[in-house]
């Protein structure tokens, strides 16, 4: 009995609109799903940079055919108002989340693209960082408008919030004054982060010496900096600080550098032997870029002479190696060939007067 009237009232309409859109949504989610993986697959195939992510993306696709055909099924199937109107309500505020989730994974997509496309290392251009940095935190600025949409959004579905929205409006300036006073802190930390983004002082990978710490970004966020050091260390720096204060940035404009060796040695050092010794050393070694090599002698006491080698590399981490290199087999080849010219102190000795008195006329 139960089933023969199920069956009439699908024949009279009443539930054969809702089971057509379950069954075209079924198909259209196996069908969008499938059309789906195979445009991945022809893009990954028409492109260079085959380990863009694109599966982040799969499943806020299959969420929104979902939610497409839900709300189909929800707007002709046969619900008293009591219950449909909770069930858009909530069907609504899982559309904003899932649009606001969409876009945030489009967005990292768009990101790991730009940033496979212009991978960046030490050696590469200057604009390769400059774009990986601009699009880091553009995504970063971006993920968190789309959540205060979001939220916003959610919000205004529910009709009270709009009633006090009104109200909030109307003592928004003092409200304002009171937040500002309050937020003064983290409203700085967000502008110097937005101003870090446009003017780049620091871009990711960049060589800097923070607190007379060696290392580089390796993160910049709206309110911090990841600074790796050189024994893979991380300092956590607030972004305000690099607006504040003085730092060294060793890549600006260029990764290449120039780096000193200084030598004690006595005055009888044949200089012209330590020069030439000097660019062989650096002439076989792989750290060196070919564009200086240079000694000078920059001081004088009254036991050494200060020696000064001056030697360029492409990069800071080679710098550190070719400057290492350069003093051991400095400090060897004078150690070998020349030991009476190393630092010594010298003493002369005065005869006692009655000592003298004695020698024979």
């Not at 390769?128 to 940095?133: A, C, D, G, L, P």
């Not at 802190?185 to 607190?211: F, N």
């Not at 001081?299 to 003093?327: F, G, M, P, Q």
């Amino acid at each position: 009995m139960i089933i023969s009237e199920l069956f009439r009232d699908i024949m009279l309409g009443t539930y054969l609109v809702p089971l057509l859109i379950i069954l075209f949504s079924v198909l259209f989610y196996f069908v969008a799903n499938s059309a789906f993986r195979k445009v991945i697959a022809r893009i990954r195939v028409s492109i260079k940079e085959s380990a863009v992510p694109f599966e982040l993306l799969v499943w806020p696709f299959r969420l929104f055919t979902a939610l497409i055909g839900l709300g189909a099924f929800l707007h002709y199937f046969p619900l008293s108002t009591d219950l449909k109107d909770p069930f858009r309500h909530i069907l609504l505020i899982v559309s904003i989340i899932e649009f606001a989730w969409l876009l945030m994974r489009l967005i990292m997509v768009v990101e790991q693209f730009m940033l496979q496309h212009y991978s960046t290392t030490v050696r590469e251009s200057e604009e390769s960082r400059k774009i990986t940095t601009h699009v880091s935190l553009a995504r970063k600025i971006l993920n968190v408008l789309i959540v205060l949409v979001a939220v916003s959004g959610v919000l205004m579905t529910f009709d009270t919030v709009r009633q006090v929205g009104l109200s909030i409006l109307a003592s928004a300036g003092i409200a304002g004054v009171i937040i500002g006073f309050a937020a003064q802190k983290s409203l700085s930390t967000l502008i110097a982060g937005i101003q870090i983004a446009i003017t780049q002082p620091i871009r990711i990978d960049d060589v800097v010496v923070v607190e007379k710490e060696w290392g580089r970004i390796e993160e910049i966020s709206l309110t911090y900096v990841v600074v790796q050091l050189w024994d893979q260390r991380r300092m956590i720096v607030p972004i305000s600080w690099f607006i504040d204060r003085p730092f060294e940035n060793w890549t600006r404009t260029s990764s290449e550098l120039l780096g000193t060796v200084f030598i004690y040695t006595d005055y009888a050092i044949p200089l012209d032997q330590i020069r030439r010794e000097l660019e062989r050393i650096v002439a076989v070694s792989p750290y060196w870029d070919g564009r200086v090599v240079k000694m000078h002698v920059t001081n004088t006491t009254d036991k050494s002479v200060e020696i000064r080698a001056l030697i360029s590399a492409a990069n800071s981490s080679d710098l550190w190696e070719i400057r290492c290199v350069v003093r051991e087999q400095l400090i060897e080849f004078i150690r070998k060939n020349y030991p009476g010219d190393l630092p010594k102190v010298r003493m002369e000795m005065d005869q006692p007067a009655s000592a003298a008195a004695d020698e024979p006329a």
